[in-house]
């Protein structure tokens, strides 16, 4: 089974570019299925979830074609509008597939996606809107069956701001007879790309980034071109290991308004940070802070998809740590793993008490999550001796070529199989 094998203690310094964003990607991939014309996206990371989402296209009938960083999608040929379910279970987010299918067939049936490691993940407000707009949803025997003879525009109050949701119904809307408005939509940077891809391909969508998002509908998107924003989760996780190391690192290829909370945070772990619109650079103290509380919010609050990483900064932070989860109901998988690690946290349902300790242990780990995964690493950046971290698949998942970016800063890590 692939691991990484890393040997802890070096400092990172140097200068990386950061990848485009994983979850800008799969929604703007999904979206290229409405206008049944070619779509050239740009900037997009060699990723296990972009090959999922474009093996899922290709079985829809699509043509794809990926070089270096470019796909082109030719959604002219799609003549299915059943999803394999093996896919749809692999990867969760392929449900943002729902809402482009309805627009373009009046058709989909896929399976229910179900939960997955890090909680139940229920869909019901993608249904709730989709049905609002006219949508007849079936649910049966595990699979969600849906028909439309028209979707029609509508007021849509979101009960919470959830990105899937937002990001189902805006591709639902785009060729909806009249306008939707999405009340307490969510207000991610993705949602910002999604939006201009949409509006670059024609459509008429006003409003991503703030919590109201109105979409005209129009007849029909043409050929576009697209370029994916920066990935800020990639951004917050090396700026936490450059953290971490007492390292100094200089990023590139950012954009630093959408890793505002992200900064904040590390600063008040005890970084130096010197940012301009599109790149930074960042210092580590030589014993990171505590941070007396730190809470996962909906966009612009700090992501939880930085949660774990942040957690093992903290765990040799200099005091007592709190961090609330308060989106997922079960994402500290990778408490378990630190506490191998010597960490000492203690987590009571969505809170974990982190009380810093002078140094980590290496030890043999295991991924259960894409983040979570990462937190390993990061770890394993600082541990003393050896760590092996295996189900690196998770990690894959959203890193693009970790191993060559950490060993270009100076970690000494690899690739065992
Ligand atoms: C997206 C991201 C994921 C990230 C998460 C939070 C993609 C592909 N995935 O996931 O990487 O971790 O945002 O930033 O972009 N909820 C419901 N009902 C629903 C939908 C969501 O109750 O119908 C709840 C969820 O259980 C969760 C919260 O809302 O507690 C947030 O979920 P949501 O924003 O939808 O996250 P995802 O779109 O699944």
Known sequence: MERYV???GHRLAGEISIQGAKNAVLPVLAASVISGKISTITNIPNLRDVDMMIKILDSLGAKTHTEGGTVTVDSSTIDKVELPEELVREMRSSIIIMGAMLARFGEVKIAFPGGCE???RPI?????????MGAIIYEAHGFLDCKTTGLKGCEIQLDYPSV????NIML?????EGTTTIINAAREPELIDLQNYLNNAGAKVIGAGSSCITIEGVKELRRCDHTIIPDRIVAGTYMTAAVLTGGELFLKDIITDHILSII???KEAGAIVYANGNSLKIIGPNRPSAIEMLQTLPYPGFPTDMQAQIMTLLTIGNGTSIINETIFENRFKQAEELLRMG???KTFGKVAVIKGVKELTGAKVSAKDLRGGASLVLAGLIAKGTTEICNIYHINRGYDNMIEILTNLGADIRLEK
């Not at 899937?164 to 990001?167: L, S």
């Open 6 to 8: 890393i040997n802890g």
């Open 118 to 120: 890090i909680g139940l």
């Open 124 to 132: 019901d407000l993608h249904l709730k809107g989709l049905r609002q």
């Open 164 to 167: 899937g949701a937002t990001e």
């Open 172 to 176: 639902a809307a785009v060729t909806a």
């Open 264 to 266: 904040a945070k590390l």
């Open 343 to 345: 960490a000492n946290i």
